[in-house]
């Protein structure tokens, strides 16, 4: 059983940055592919990005502004978000998954367990 607490929403401007962080219980943080998803309002839950076994992937609208990270030692993953646009606005999760899940991660259902998501909500 995992367990993923996720912190660092908030408001911000357009063009300006967030770091959220999603923290694991467990002393196996280290063998779960970690994603992040994010739902707006009226949408569906769509993929952020991954790490996994394969390495790091991204939701082509967030590529080149998105960074994710993991901390093995810490037991955290994170999502570095670089010139926010409004159109991020949304409940973003963290979700951790087999190591070696298949296709970059991109899908919900691939993913064992969930946090219970932090607001981020990107002004114009």
């Known amino acids: 059983q995992v367990q993923l607490v996720e912190s660092g929403g908030g408001l911000v401007q357009a063009g300006g940055s967030l770091r959220l962080s999603c923290a694991a219980s467990?002393?196996?943080?280290?063998?779960?592919?970690m994603g992040w998803f994010r739902q707006a309002p009226g949408k569906e839950r769509e993929f952020v990005a991954s790490?996994?076994?394969?390495?790091?992937y991204y939701a082509d609208s967030v590529k080149g502004r998105f960074t994710i990270s993991r901390d093995n030692a810490k037991n955290t993953v994170y999502l570095q978000m670089n010139s926010l646009k409004p159109e991020d606005t949304a409940v973003y999760s963290c979700?951790?998954?087999?190591?070696?899940?298949?296709?970059?991660?991109?899908?919900?259902?691939?993913?064992?367990?969930w946090g219970q998501g932090t607001q981020v909500t990107v002004s114009s």
């Open positions: 790490i996994t076994w394969s390495g790091a």
């Open positions: 979700a951790a998954g087999p190591l070696y899940i298949g296709y970059g991660g991109r899908t919900p259902d691939q993913y064992d367990y």
């Open positions: 467990g002393r196996t943080f280290g063998s779960y592919a």
